[in-house]
């Protein structure tokens, strides 16, 4: 009996601070409704992004998300008018509603990008955010823009989320403003009915007798890593600054001789701005340009000092430069800064320092390597690089017969950091009869 009585007193007390703990954890554990996605579209809409919305709805449906929401920052898009067709129509024959949240603050969703809004089940915009330059209207299929007179209207000029509102593009608003920027969009989802269903991603709890809105859980998704990189390099300014260093690093490697660091980086740098331009609107004259540009910044190279041909070549990167992108895409005037001072760095300061570094002697002047004997460390047929009193040197052969590795080289004139070589055998000959009459021959013998 006692212990009877002690089980029935314990009960008592614990009981309702039990009930009282299970009432505080349920006000903070939100509710246990399916989650909404959320997909980030950042930046130009190229062939990768737009397959990575289009993945991330199937994904979304599969995983069983009440919705999807693409959180929007995008200046236009870069593909065909009938792909963002294709995209819009996804869109909104979606089997889960998707909706589209132009943010965080200071956001942007213009040209083709901005009329996905009207392909979407629900809308809204943060803060400092602006649409609008949609262009021509897209007509997807069988599908309704939701965009009505604003699409004429914004076809020329932009408008910020309080217009926006007006127009009727902002379709929903959130039921809280306080919460997180990110969740403004999931709390104005809840009560949304789509495909005859109602989401319910927020609900109202009591928390030491205060009110409180609990979301439901939001699941971030983006591109994978490597879809991340071809998708950068798919923007003007990146695939601009990849190209000219690429060419730089190309020139520097062919005037040091050999395949180093310089000529792998370049060479990767050139293949990922190819996919850039081959993405992007591009004008071809433009790009010719830029490329006869820098070759034209090579020329004095060779020389080791910058002269016409390096401000010819800087003058013509400006204009390449200014006139690459059409469609109305364009570089900006800080990538305009960057490019141009860097190249003018590379040509006027350090290719020349670095390229007479990498092939300096101990000696001041080289005239007293004409006459002097060496190795072919390369194959000289025509040109080839050869060792000289262990300092290495790009070479030239003046004669139709090649010179092979390894042989022995005798150097006959200097033109510029390029050395014109003869065979050591079948040219002493050639080169006594060169050298003026009142000049010893230190090699000819008796």
Known sequence: MRRLAIVIFVAAMVGPAAQAFAQDAGATAGPASAPVDVFKVTGLIDPVLANGIERAIDRAVDNGSQALVLQMNSRGAVVSRERMERLAQRIAESPIPVAIWVGPSGSRALGMSGQLLGAAAATGMAGKTKIGD?????????????????????????????????????????????????????????????????????????????????????????????????????????????????????????????????????????????????????????????IASMLACAVDVQVGIPRFWTGVGLFGNLVGALWLFRDGFSLSWVTLVVGMLGIALAFIVGMPSMVRTRFATPTIGREWMIGEFGEALLAVDPEGVVEVRGAQWRARTNRATPIGRGDRVRVVAIDGVTLQVEPESGGARDYRERRRPDTPDNNATD
């Open 134 to 290: 949609f262009g021509a209207p897209l007509t997807p299929e069988g599908v309704t823009m939701q965009l009505g007179d604003a699409a004429e209207e914004l076809r020329s000029r932009t408008v910020g989320a309080q217009d926006a509102r007006l127009l009727g593009l902002v379709r929903i608003e959130s039921k809280d403003p306080t919460i997180e920027i990110v969740k403004n969009m999931i709390a104005g989802l809840d009560g949304l009915v789509y495909n005859g269903k109602t989401l319910d991603t927020a609900s109202e709890t009591i928390k030491n007798g205060t009110p409180q809105q609990q979301l439901t859980a939001a699941r971030f998704t983006d591109l994978g890593l490597a879809d991340r990189v071809f998708h950068t390099v798919a923007s003007p300014p990146i695939a601009y600054l990849l190209f000219i260093t690429a060419l730089a690093l190309l020139i520097f490697e062919f005037y040091t001789a050999g395949v180093g660091l310089a000529g792998v980086i370049g060479a990767g740098c050139l293949v990922l701005a190819c996919y850039g331009f081959g993405v992007l609107p591009l004008r071809n004259w433009a790009l010719g340009v830029i």
